[in-house]
């Protein structure tokens, strides 16, 4: 009922900057969240980010405050993850997602998800 579809990962140096977006379809009423989480190899999936879709609340993990900035656009269904200053350890593959309350931190609790986008920082 809703397709998400991740692009802007690639390979950057730490240090770098690199724009991540999320594009939703389908049937989105329903999702109060969008939420960006990540996975590096070996590693659990966690949280990064996520925005509420009708008043842009936003919310960071500690590891990224400061570094990343989640915004959406509405009128193109799209939300975005900018991340500045990275650094090797942000090197992982990132999804996006939809959640249809507000437990943002909780991936179980998400509804929705992309199938990623693979992000490098190189040292």
């Known amino acids: 009922q809703v397709q998400l579809v991740e692009s802007g990962g690639g390979l950057v140096q730490a240090g770098g900057s690199l724009t991540l977006s999320c594009a939703a379809s389908?049937?989105?009423?329903?999702?109060?969240?969008m939420g960006w989480f990540r996975q590096a190899p070996g590693l659990e999936r966690e949280f990064v980010a996520a925005i509420s879709w009708s008043v842009s609340t936003t919310y960071y993990a500690d590891s990224v405050k400061g570094r990343f900035t989640i915004s959406r656009d509405n009128a193109k269904n799209t939300v975005y993850l900018r991340m500045n200053s990275l650094k090797p350890e942000d090197t992982a593959v990132y999804y996006c997602?939809?959640?249809?309350?507000?437990?943002?931190?909780?991936?179980?609790?998400?509804?929705?998800w992309g199938q990623g986008t693979q992000v490098t920082v190189s040292s």
């Open positions: 997602a939809t959640n249809s309350d507000y437990a943002y931190r909780s991936w179980g609790r998400y509804d929705y």
């Open positions: 389908g049937r989105t009423f329903s999702s109060y969240l």
